[in-house]
């Protein structure tokens, strides 16, 4: 009965601690989110004077239940579950993207900027650190 607590024990403090930090997903490797998660499919479309913008999302277990809603310039664009990706298009130029996560995990709407343009495309991730912080950043992962 001991070994069966203590076996429990060091299950619930690996997944305690090792289950803090998010991992970050190679673009390459994410997968789109699916097209039930996409809230507006008019960014989707590649159009002239637009530049790609890559948001993904970490893998891991923290927050993983729950889905994370990205923004573009405040509009609602997809909510993306753990270790997927959406791509979209923005005008070239300075643009702001937010990040919510949604239903029960912690992480208030975090906000950056991004400079978008034709030539390369402009990826983030979202990610959630060791002490729990939620953020959206540049990336290259």
Not at 33 to 40: E, G, H, I, K, T
Not at 83 to 105: D, H, R, S, T, W
Request: hydrophobic share 40%; glycine share 12%.
């Amino acid at each position: 009965m001991m070994t069966a607590r203590r076996l429990l024990f060091a299950g619930f403090v690996g997944l305690t601690l090792g289950g803090c930090a998010t991992t970050p997903v190679p673009t390459a490797s994410a997968p789109l989110v699916p097209q039930v998660r996409v809230l507006n499919a008019t960014f989707l479309q590649n159009k002239d004077g637009t530049g790609q913008v890559i948001v993904k999302r970490d893998s891991g277990l923290s927050a993983a239940a729950c889905n994370t809603r990205i923004f573009a310039n405040g509009t609602p664009v997809a909510e993306i579950a753990p270790g997927e990706k959406v791509v979209f298009y923005l005008p070239e130029g300075e643009q702001m993207l937010g990040a919510i996560a949604n239903g029960i995990c912690a992480g208030g709407l975090m906000e950056t900027r991004g400079t978008v343009s034709r030539s390369r495309p402009l990826v983030f991730r979202v990610s959630y650190g060791s002490n729990g912080e939620f953020s959206i950043q540049p990336t290259a992962f």
